[in-house]
T-cell receptor, first 115, second 112 residues
Framework: DTEVTQTPKHLVMGMTNKKSLKCEQHMGHRAMYWYKQKAKKPPELMFVYSYEKLSINESVPSRFSPECPNSSLLNLHLHALQPEDSALYLC??????????????FGPGTRLTVT | GESVGLHLPTLSVQEGDNSIINCAYSNSASDYFIWYKQESGKGPQFIID?????DKRQGQRVTVLLNKTVKHLSLQIAATQPGDSAVYFCAETPGSARQLTFGSGTQLTVLP
């Protein structure tokens, strides 16, 4: 199984709503990532979890709150978002780079629209 | 800061021809490079990777070339097919960091 799944596929939310994005993988990967991708732009890294601990936060606003409840799941909690936060949110996973470096496997993304 | 960039934003090729997509990187500490394909409405899909101790790696219909002297990476697709139409991103990471830096992407269009 080399699949990363993400739910929901589409999400429309108001600026006062609270919602969560979910990501799951069963490849035994211990590194998981959240990326944000605007139209016609490359993915931009938001967060990295390694062994279920947050290891990298790329200065993301606090209205985005990641959570890694176990080695297979990654959540992104959203609260008080702005219209400019509308984007495709991608989850990825990989083996943890120690002696080597490994490719990241991406999910299909959640298309988020903030109204 | 350092960045990864692509020479051309768009590329159109005839079906059956070979495609070459180029990428320049500026971080001399980068030692791992990946090419991703992203079709409309989907997440990036891994195509091929190469480590800095290699200068060429081949996959099924794809070849990646790495020239560390001029910090240049290329992706060659043989006998390009309509299904190859997508945006192609190069990505790099330095050392043991897990932060991938993506290039700006090239839109490949395969003409019938």
């Amino acid at each position: 199984d080399t699949e990363v799944t993400q739910t929901p596929k589409h999400l429309v939310m108001g600026m006062t709503n609270k919602k969560s994005l979910k990501c799951e993988q069963h490849m035994g990967h211990r590194a998981m990532y959240w990326y944000k991708q605007k139209a016609k732009k490359p993915p931009e890294l938001m967060f990295v979890y390694s062994y279920e601990k947050l290891s990298i936060n790329e200065s993301v606003p606090s209205r985005f709150s990641p959570e890694c409840p176990n080695s297979s799941l990654l959540n992104l909690h959203l609260h008080a978002l702005q219209p400019e936060d509308s984007a495709l949110y991608l989850c990825a996973s990989s083996q943890v780079a120690s002696a080597g470096l490994y490719e990241q496997y991406f999910g299909p993304g959640t298309r988020l629209t903030v109204t | 800061g350092e960045s990864v960039g692509l020479h051309l934003p768009t590329l159109s090729v005839q079906e059956g021809d070979n495609s070459i997509i180029n990428c320049a990187y500026s971080n001399s500490a980068s030692d791992y490079f990946i090419w991703y394909k992203q079709e409309s409405g989907k997440g990036p899909q891994f195509i091929i990777d190469i480590r800095s101790n290699m200068d060429k790696r081949q996959g099924q219909r794809v070849t990646v070339l790495l020239n560390k002297t001029v910090k240049h990476l290329s992706l060659q697709i043989a006998a390009t097919q309509p299904g190859d139409s997508a945006v192609y991103f190069c990505a790099e990471t330095p050392g043991s960091a897990r932060q991938l830096t993506f290039g700006s992407g090239t839109q490949l269009t395969v003409l019938p």
